[in-house]
């Protein structure tokens, strides 16, 4: 089906490596979000996208972390100088919506699950 | 104070219990999303309702605006349902933001046969 894909599924680095996320989302689809769920908490916002705009990203935690959207379709999450608090699932999701009135669904991919070692 | 609270954070029952779980907010909303998130991570978007009831199945959910607080049921529960049930609350439109989710942290439902 073509629904929301992540790559890797699982990511393994040591501290102070770089790593990079991808999300595909849904073909089509004109807003995406990233979020980090922390171990054995709901996910929290990260940054939102509307096609190639960045129209939000006051969720990342710190300058390490840089979302893009170049093409306002597949988006890559980076994270630079990984430290030990990254490790978390990263979940992204896209949806129709294509303004703040739009009630349309979130539809989420599987996750990144990073650990930093 | 989180502005999305569920209860309880697990809760485990027999085969063919009927399961209720709770969520209340704090903040105006225009929506409220039901969420299933099986181990490894996925998320699976059971339901989004800014009034009423919904019925899928054995699931049904309910939202009362005035009392801020919705819930997830679940008729005849089954080992299957075993799973963390999220919701997730998109702040109304007046509250700036009003993309965003803001998540509960979840019940973790375990259904024994």
């Known amino acids: 089906g073509a629904g929301v894909s992540q790559s890797p599924r699982y990511k393994v680095a040591k501290r102070g490596q770089d790593v990079a996320l991808r999300c595909d989302p849904i073909?089509?689809?004109?807003?995406l979000f990233w979020y980090q769920q922390a171990l054995g908490q709901g996910p929290e916002f990260l940054t939102y996208?509307?096609?190639?705009?960045?129209?939000?990203k006051s969720g990342l935690p710190s300058d390490r972390f840089f979302a893009e959207r170049p093409e306002g379709s597949v988006s890559t999450l980076k994270i630079q100088r990984t430290q030990q608090e990254d490790s978390a699932v990263y979940l992204c999701?896209?949806?129709?919506?294509?303004?703040?009135?739009?009630?349309?669904?979130?539809?989420f991919g599987d996750g990144t699950r990073l650990s930093i070692l | 104070k989180n502005e999305v609270e569920q209860s309880p954070q697990n809760l485990t029952a027999q085969e063919g219990e009927f399961i209720t779980i709770n969520c209340s907010y704090s903040?105006?909303?225009?929506?409220l999303h039901w969420l299933q998130q099986h181990p490894g991570g996925g998320i699976v978007s059971l339901f989004m309702?800014?009034?009423g009831k919904k019925k899928h199945g054995r699931l049904i959910a309910t939202i009362n605006i005035q009392e801020k607080h919705s819930s997830l049921h679940i008729t005849a529960s089954h080992p299957r349902d075993s799973a963390v049930y999220i919701c997730?609350?998109?702040?109304?439109?007046?509250?700036?933001?009003?993309?965003?989710?803001?998540f509960g942290k979840g019940t973790l439902l375990t259904v024994n046969p």
């Open positions: 999701a896209s949806s129709l919506a294509a303004g703040p009135y739009s009630n349309q669904p979130q539809h």
């Open positions: 073909s089509g689809h004109v807003s």
């Open positions: 996208f509307q096609n190639e705009a960045q129209l939000d």
């Open positions: 903040v105006g909303i225009s929506a």
């Open positions: 309702l800014s009034s």
């Open positions: 997730a609350a998109k702040k109304g439109y007046s509250g700036g933001s009003n993309y965003k989710l803001t």
